[in-house]
């Protein structure tokens, strides 16, 4: 399977390249759009992002000598001008970095915090939850934006670059602007009613009305003076000046239309929340996997324990030669019971006693693993598991479900000539976020609060994940980091919600033990299960024959019509990088080298 896989890189590479999707005719006067890729090979560093104007700012910065985490920040402050319904500073994210010097994993938890007056009451109303999208849509669901302390926490830590520098580049697409594609078109279509009731989201991204046509081009002067006051400034203009003073008066007063029928709620950010914020420097999980070292994001996201722990139960199975069929079950079955144990277990580790070494553990996984059988389907909710206390097939109290998550977010993998790698996802929550602009300042806010259970996910039954002031809600982010006798093999990270946790854990298993090229691995179409009655399942799934064998075994499905948009780096055995994005899903991916071979 290796030298197939090996061959089948190799094909690829010219294959692949010369499907790319083809671009959107910009109108005259417009920038020239970047070019879009799923697949890149050579030398001197490598980006992929979902677009083709952030992926070309991370290469720029690689190009005039910058390392990993200097075009890993200015890749992400380009998606916070071309994605801004998906990321920006208005939210936050996790940071993994692979040190080549070191031979060492480092991570950066840049998620959002509760204000300190918040309670786990926060969505609740005269006894009652509230309805998630009155939830969203309001100044109560923002934390504390994260991003750019990660970034300046990165730069400090392992850049080269001050942040004024790597801003450059988005700055420019900012000024200039970038063409709008379909995707930009239909996620600001699906935004229609929420962008309206705001004047300053509705003036922003609603020229004329509506959405941005496809093929216009979209600038946004407000976001380039705001990066460039934050280079000029430093990040304490967001945590102790003027932009974070705007942030408040925005989240405390949310402007609302005159005219909106839609009740929006107040926030209670404060000042003295944003000044207390801090990034938390703290170690990977990791975990083995066929030789291979794999880590990841502690909490507060679950992601890193979760992808660990079902590998570890995978790792009791054959997947190299199961058939399809039974590698997709014992992946689906894995999926389940990892995720019946992070709803138990995982929340902030801040506020929550997080079982992380535990989770990660070989013992319990091999307490867990012998639940899948080859011919049967598990029931959801699977109750959890008690990693302090391992027993064969054995529970730890009551089942209950798993609780919404949105489903957006952005993905960034990149690699420097040195060989350090970064894999970053960062997030402003729903597409779209609150849907809440910081008048004149050209963002986003976040609604990223509604990550916590409103309320448990079942009555008595502890849940973690409620809360509290200051607290982190739990994520699912979960860019990873595989090593090879202790030096990078790939990277890999996704959007998604929860999916995001499926997502890295089939691209890497479908690589890993089945012997897809990672570009290939990445466009494998994907079930998704999370201790839910139904898997979810993509369309090329869906319609396959694998479904009525599935079903057979047991396995209930309902579609999903996209699922995750992953993107890698690879270090090939001949030293060259290979950067793998999506073919189709998000408009496809952009894949980018410093020097193509």
């Known amino acids: 399977m290796r030298a197939v896989a090996a061959l089948a890189v190799a094909a690829a590479v010219g294959a692949l390249t010369a499907a790319a999707p083809a671009g959107h ?76 010097r070191k031979h060492q994993v480092f991570t950066l938890d840049g998620r959002e915090t509760a204000p300190h007056s918040a309670t786990d009451q926060l969505f609740v109303e005269n006894g009652q939850p509230l309805a998630f999208a009155d939830a969203v849509t309001s100044g109560r669901s923002v934390g504390v934006p994260g991003t750019a302390a990660t970034w300046q926490t990165a730069l400090d830590a392992w850049g080269t670059r001050p942040l004024k520098d790597v801003l450059k580049p988005a700055e420019k697409i900012a000024r200039d602007g970038f063409t709008v594609d379909a995707t930009f078109n239909s996620q600001t279509a699906s935004n229609l009613d929420r962008f309206k009731d705001f004047p300053d989201t509705a003036a922003l ?18 976001l380039l003076r705001t990066y460039q006051e934050l280079g000029a400034k430093g990040i304490g203009a967001i945590y102790h000046g003027d932009i974070g003073a705007d942030i408040v008066r925005t989240v405390r007063k949310p402007p609302v239309d005159p005219a909106a029928t839609r009740v929006v709620r107040s926030g209670d950010l404060t000042a003295a929340d944003l000044a207390a914020y801090r990034v938390k420097k703290q170690a990977p999980t990791h975990t083995t996997y066929r030789g291979l070292d794999v880590y990841g994001p502690a909490p507060s996201s679950s992601g890193g324990t979760t992808v660990a722990e079902a590998l570890n139960i995978l790792e009791h199975t054959d997947l190299a030669d199961a058939s399809q069929t039974q590698y997709l079950h014992h992946y689906i079955e894995a999926s389940r019971i990892a995720f019946a144990d ?74 420097d000539k040195w060989g350090d790698v970064v894999a970053y996802t ?132 309902t579609q999903n019509p996209e699922i995750g948009a992953a993107t890698g780096v690879q270090r090939l055995p001949d030293g060259r990088w290979l950067a793998a994005a999506e073919k189709v899903r998000r408009g496809g991916g952009a894949a980018e080298v410093v020097r193509p071979s």
């Open 205 to 222: 991204f609603l020229p004329g009305g509506q959405p941005p046509a496809v093929g216009s081009t979209f600038r946004n002067p407000q």
């Open 25 to 100: 005719r910009a109108p005259p006067g417009a920038p020239a759009a970047a070019d879009r890729s799923p697949l890149a090979v050579g030398y001197g560093g490598a980006v992929a992002s979902v677009d083709p104007d952030a992926t070309a700012a991370g290469i720029e910065v690689l190009r005039r000598g910058g390392n990993a985490v200097d075009a890993a920040v200015a890749t992400a402050a380009a998606l916070g001008v071309t994605e801004p319904y998906s990321s920006g500073i208005g939210g936050g994210g996790y940071f993994v970095y692979y040190d080549a």
């Open 426 to 557: 960062l997030t402003i929550e729903q597409t779209g976020g609150s849907a809440i602009t910081v008048p004149g300042r050209g963002f986003l806010l976040n609604n990223e609060l509604t990550d916590f259970s409103f309320v448990p996910a079942s009555p008595g039954v502890p849940d973690p994940n409620l809360p509290g002031p200051g607290k982190r809600p739990r994520s699912s982010i979960s860019p990873t980091i595989v090593l090879k006798n202790g030096h990078v093999d790939f990277a890999i990270g996704s959007p998604g919600g929860a999916t995001i946790i499926t997502t890295v854990l089939q691209v890497l298993t479908e690589h890993v033990d089945r012997g897809l090229p990672l570009v290939d691995a990445i466009a494998a179409p994907r079930a998704s299960q999370r201790n839910a009655a139904t898997t979810e399942l993509e369309p090329a799934l869906w319609d396959s024959p694998l479904k009525a064998d599935l079903e057979a075994l047991g396995h209930h499905f």
């Open 342 to 415: 992070r709803g138990r277990w995982v929340g902030d580790p801040a506020f929550e006693d997080v079982p992380t070494a535990g989770l990660t553990s070989k013992s319990f996984a091999a307490s867990r693993a012998c639940l899948i059988k080859d011919d049967a389907v598990l029931t959801s909710p699977l109750p959890p598991g008690d990693p302090a206390h391992p027993a064969p097939c054995g529970a730890a109290g009551r089942a209950a479900p798993t609780t919404y998550e949105g489903d957006n977010t952005t993905h960034l993998t990149v690699a």
